[in-house]
């Protein structure tokens, strides 16, 4: 446990993964075929996570291919205004393009389209992984889908063992995104493999359900990498909260009810505040909490990046909610 609390606690991270250009209909409410303006930020759940990070006052490179056009800019130019280091963000030109998400401020039949056809992230390489100086950061975060297509896969793993040479413990968000793999059995497979070298897991019942080969066993699989492999593993299940299994103990913590925008960002911010809370000395309960605070207050405001608190944002939320549900 003290070698991965430590990590966290040096509240730099390297973090591999995709960065996106979201679009979202203005004003909240409006569905997609039906929207005349619309509202442009950061997205892909590594630069969300990136983001949320430096936001909460850590600090956070990130490592990703970008298409060598005006969108890449984009991506690069607004993680650079949430304060993210860009220098192992690397465009590549062709036909290879940056990945868009286009979707909804709303709750009640939500859409989300998603273009990822050639995408610019997924031609990640080893290359990109060894120019990263491991030895500057305290952790590594990595989101599932860098493992759905190669060389993206190969360079992820690749960076792992680096890592590891470095003493960096691993942390891991399943974030299963079926459209993005060649078949679920792939995926399942992969995913699985990757989970196995993590010093932290966390995923929402569903993601560890599907590694599991069913909904009803994911619980028992999340304990299982609690006790083989992994130190913490946190189970989120959605309203109802997260269980999360390490040291052999079991943690229950509930959500903060608001009412939500949308349900889009919700696991990145969740990230974020959950390193940066053990960064800042919160014990493991507070942490998850505070991470849980931090996804109730990006599902209230439109746009992922840009939704999620800062550390001022974060406290006074705390500060003015009547407190989480019972676990």
């Known amino acids: 446990m003290s070698d991965l609390i430590n990590g966290i606690k040096a509240n730099t991270f390297v973090i591999v993964g995709r960065a996106g250009m979201d679009f979202f209909a203005d004003p909240g409410g409006t569905k997609t075929e039906e929207g005349e303006i619309f509202r442009a930020g950061l997205g892909g759940s590594s630069a969300n996570i990136a983001a949320g990070i430096c936001k909460l006052g850590g600090q956070a490179a990130l490592v990703t291919r970008v298409s060598d056009d005006s969108v890449g800019r984009y991506c690069v130019n607004q993680l650079k205004h949430y304060g993210v280091d860009a220098d192992y963000v690397t465009p590549i030109g062709g036909e290879f393009r940056n990945s868009l998400a286009v979707y909804e401020s709303r709750i009640e039949d939500h859409q989300s389209v998603i273009y990822r056809n050639g995408a610019a992230d997924f031609q990640m390489d080893i290359t990109d992984v060894e120019a990263v100086d491991y030895t500057k950061y305290g952790a590594l975060i990595t989101a599932g889908t860098v493992f759905a297509a190669e060389p993206s896969r190969t360079a992820t793993f690749h960076a792992f063992a680096l890592a590891k040479q470095a003493g ?31 010093d932290m897991i966390v995923g929402n019942d569903e993601e560890f359900g599907f590694m599991a080969g069913g909904i009803e066993k994911g619980l028992a ?29 079991e943690i229950r913590t509930g959500i903060y009810p608001v009412e939500a925008l949308k349900p889009t960002g919700a696991g990145d911010s969740f990230m974020a505040g959950l390193m940066t809370s053990i960064a800042g000395g919160c014990d493991l309960e507070t942490a998850i909490l505070r991470g849980s605070a931090c996804a109730s207050v990006t599902v209230s405001k439109p746009g992922c990046a840009p939704a999620m608190p800062d550390t001022q944002t974060l406290e006074t939320f705390l500060a003015e909610h009547s407190g989480p549900t019972a676990a």
Request: charged residues 20%; contains cysteine.
């Open 221 to 249: 699989k999340a304990k299982e990498l609690s006790e083989t492999s992994a130190t913490i593993v946190v189970y989120k299940m959605g309203p109802e909260g997260a269980i999360t299994f390490a040291d052999g103990a």
């Open 168 to 198: 960096l413990p691993i942390i891991f968000d399943v974030d299963y995104r079926p459209y993005s793999w060649p078949s679920p059995q792939v995926a399942s497979d992969v995913l699985s493999r990757a989970a196995a070298e993590c």
